[in-house]
């Protein structure tokens, strides 16, 4: 199956493109929130880097959360567009999910938690099991650095953080003497491509937003001073 992935949900856009005979190409093209600019352009240079052509794409998997909500909205409604277009198939999947894919991918196990920079000293976090396979262990929220280690060190179990938020405030989460930072900022196309190949197509893909847009926060706040 020739797939091609979508990532806008932090400020870096990043594509992929794995072919029915296992080719993959994966690349970062842009961080500065670019992403209707770069992203045309890029998967435009990948299809012709590995061969295809826009009608030989046969499935189209897209980051639909949680992140920036500009970049969703890019990130998802090319995938849809491209959808229709193309008549392929359309699959979701999470930053969280790719996070914690991409550090399996690259050897990590045991429990970690991702977390997405949220802004407004949040973070959009979520934990797993890295064993044989990626198993979440329980639902993405909206925390915070200082939250999720206080949480941590009352489990007293050892944990793997990852992901744009662990970056963002990397001080608070490198102090835990029981934690292990697993450098990785922009989700890992390169495991969207396997959890959207291996996942049943969607009729439609809707945005995991898990908190209201900065905009209608800012707004909602002056109105009430």
Sequence with gaps: MNVLAIETATPACAVGVRTAAGVEVTRVVDDGRRHTEALTGAMKDLLE????????????????????????RVGIATAIALSQALGCEL????????LAGGAFSSGVRGTLVACVDGRRREVFAQSFLLDSDVVALDEARVSTAREIVADWEGKGAPVT?????????????????????????????????????SRSPEDVVSPLYLREADAVANFTTRGRQ
Excluded: K, N, W
């Design 49 to 72: 880097e590995v061969g295809l052509t826009p009608r030989e794409i046969e499935r189209v998997v897209v980051d639909r959360g949680p992140g920036l909500f500009t970049g969703l």
């Design 91 to 98: 699959v979701g999947v999470t930053s969280l999910e790719m």
């Design 161 to 197: 953080f990852t992901g744009d938020g662990v970056e963002r405030y990397r001080s608070e989460f490198v102090a835990p003497s029981f934690a292990t930072i697993f450098d990785q900022v922009v989700p890992s196309v390169h495991a969207g491509l396997v959890l959207g190949a």
